[in-house]
């Protein structure tokens, strides 16, 4: 990637929300993204590909903060330090009945543009971990009136407010930030006319300092966070069909996730066991891994032990809680390894036909795919043969960022 003049890179030490692969706690990252400076270089969409290496020996390195800092029972943000239920909210006491007009008719896509934003509306912004958390994740539902549908592991476009100077000094639009949707085509109202977001805020902790530096903070992930009921957004998409779920409802779907990662995968088990759709009844198993840092970072888990609850034959889930549990070397437990405490189940659903997905920061991955690469050697079987078969089935799907 080529920088401009006017952007810089800056290197730091991220601890990871459950999802860090390395066998220490720190991942170097290197931030070019119009997430923490104002350039439009970064979009989820594009995945970025290129290899993380370590930060220059020249470069002073600075630490993001992993513990939420609060002078005052609101939170250093407002929003409090309690983790907010979803459940109670956005479940019925059995399957809701959902207006079936939205399964039919052509999968939306692109519907809005960059050019010609759709205008919704949040109804509501809540913070959803506890005081223990390494930062802090919202669960935000944005009222679009029905005027922009989409269908379940797609995302919406998010256009901040405001300005920036770009490479060749001129002031121009902040560029579009790109959001996994969290809830089904329903919205958690289930009448199809919202969308549900869930999103970290993101912060840069200056060690020297003390204190976070706000002209580094996240743009786009700052606005929706610090937003209250009737705040206007701009909004593109739908986009995206490579997390779009199976066209057979009785297919297996293993999902695996790190922290807002989580989205997507919220939005297939509503599908699956919180709505009624006749014509699409899951049958199958659906298994959630999820990686986070500890026990006040799992995201939705309350609407995931109702699901387990009430379809204890076809929900399971099993974390990965990096800071909480050890793995069987004595180390701590990060979401490759909790999968392969599973390795047989796993591979066998698999050689079923099942279809895995993932989503979180790209992270995951390198330790994921060492994992799979040392089970089809413990199985004497070729991984780059098994990997491509995968993915020519249509059975693997990743989204990370």
Request: aromatic fraction near 10%; glycine fraction near 10%; include cysteine.
């Amino acid at each position: 990637m080529i920088l401009g003049s006017a952007q810089k890179q800056f290197f730091f030490f991220v601890s990871f929300v459950g999802g860090a692969l390395e066998k220490t706690d720190k991942v170097v990252l290197s931030l070019i993204t119009d997430e923490f400076f104002s350039s439009s270089l970064y979009h989820k969409q594009q995945c970025i590909s290129q290899k993380v290496t370590s930060a220059r020996q020249s470069q002073k390195v600075a630490r993001v903060s992993t513990v939420v800092k609060a002078a005052d029972k609101g939170g250093p943000y407002g929003l409090g330090l309690e983790m907010a239920k979803t459940a109670g909210k956005s479940m019925q006491s059995g399957k809701a009945k959902v207006p079936l007009a939205l399964e039919e008719g052509e999968m939306p896509l692109n519907t809005y543009k960059n050019k010609t934003p759709f205008t919704g509306t949040v109804k509501s912004v809540e913070r959803i971990v506890g005081p223990k958390a390494t930062g802090e994740t919202t669960h935000i539902i944005i009222d679009h009136g029905g005027k922009m549908p989409f269908w379940e592991g797609q995302s919406y476009g998010v256009i901040p407010p405001g300005t920036k100077i770009n490479s060749k000094g001129k002031e121009v639009a902040h560029g579009v930030r790109l959001y996994s949707i969290a809830s089904t085509r329903y919205g958690d109202s289930f009448d199809g006319q919202t969308a549900t977001l869930c999103v970290r805020r993101a912060t840069y902790w200056d060690e020297e300092k003390g204190a976070e530096d706000p002209e580094k903070k996240g743009i786009c992930s700052n606005f929706l966070c610090d937003a209250t009921p009737g705040t206007e957004i701009m909004m593109t998409g739908p986009t995206g069909q490579v997390m779009l779920l199976p066209k057979d409802p009785s297919t297996p779907v293993i999902m695996v996730a790190t922290g807002t990662g989580i989205a997507p995968m919220r939005a297939y088990i509503r599908r699956f066991f919180v709505e009624d759709v006749p014509s699409w009844n899951f049958t199958g198993l659906a298994w959630l891994f999820m990686g986070v840092a500890n026990s006040d970072a799992t995201l939705y888990d309350d609407e995931f032990q109702e699901c387990v609850k009430r379809f204890p034959g076809q929900f399971r889930i099993d974390y990965a809680l990096s800071r909480e549990q050890n793995n069987k070397k004595g180390g701590k437990m990060y979401i490759q390894d909790k999968v392969e405490e599973y390795k047989d189940q796993v591979f066998g659903l698999l050689d079923g036909g099942a279809h895995m997905y993932f989503c979180g920061l790209k992270g995951m991955m390198p330790g994921i795919l060492s994992m799979l690469e040392g089970v089809c050697k413990e199985k004497g079987i070729d991984y780059e043969e098994w990997l491509e078969g995968l993915k020519k089935n249509g059975q693997w799907h990743v989204e990370v960022y």
